[in-house]
């Protein structure tokens, strides 16, 4: 079933649970280009558009304005002209008859940032995702592992992402002497 994309409801931060569907910025049957902001989407903390992951045409709007899903849910389809509607409608009746909202850990709500002892230094960090060969998100100066928030989930869906506080950074140890290694 090429040609066919799902929009969904993002994940626009750790903590993001759901979202509201504040409006729909293209309707049913416009053309759609790859990155060009569809609808406009808001959780407790933050506001803003979402983009489409592809080319095509606007098929299906299955959330309402005003709607209030949960992280994952299906919003809408993006295909090609030329793709069957039976094809549009059994990807969204095995997407709904799939879709599952995340558990409250799955959410963030059970990822705390720990802190570990490395050389005398306290390293504050935030572990998602299991599994896959682990990936270490640096930031730069002046930064913590806040800077990570928008991709550090996408980025541990099949891998183990550790996001630091690098020394003098965040919540890890203020104090690093002269910084030299």
């Known amino acids: ?6 929009l969904t409801m993002p994940k626009w931060g750790l903590s993001m ?5 504040n409006a729909w910025l293209k309707g049913l049957g416009d053309p759609i280009t790859r990155g060009e902001e569809i609808v406009e989407v808001e959780s407790e903390k933050i506001a803003g558009a979402l983009e489409a992951p592809a080319s095509g045409v606007l098929r299906r709007r299955l959330a ?4 209030l899903l949960p992280v994952g849910a299906l919003l809408g389809i993006i295909a090609d002209a030329d793709v069957a509607d039976t094809e549009i409608d059994a990807v969204v009746a095995e997407f709904l008859a799939n879709y599952v909202p995340p558990s409250e850990e799955e959410e963030g709500g059970g990822s705390v940032p720990g802190k570990i002892e490395v050389g005398g230094l306290r390293i504050r960090y935030l572990k998602l995702g299991a599994g896959g060969e682990p990936l270490i998100l640096v930031h730069g100066f002046g930064g913590d592992l806040n800077n990570w928030l928008f991709n550090h989930a996408t980025l541990a869906v099949k891998r183990e992402v550790y996001a630091l506080d690098l020394p003098g950074h965040g919540e890890s140890t203020k104090d690093v002497a002269d910084g030299s290694l």
């Open 64 to 67: 309402a304005e005003e709607d």
């Open 17 to 21: 649970s759901e979202g509201r569907v």
């Open 1 to 6: 079933m090429s040609g066919i994309h799902t």
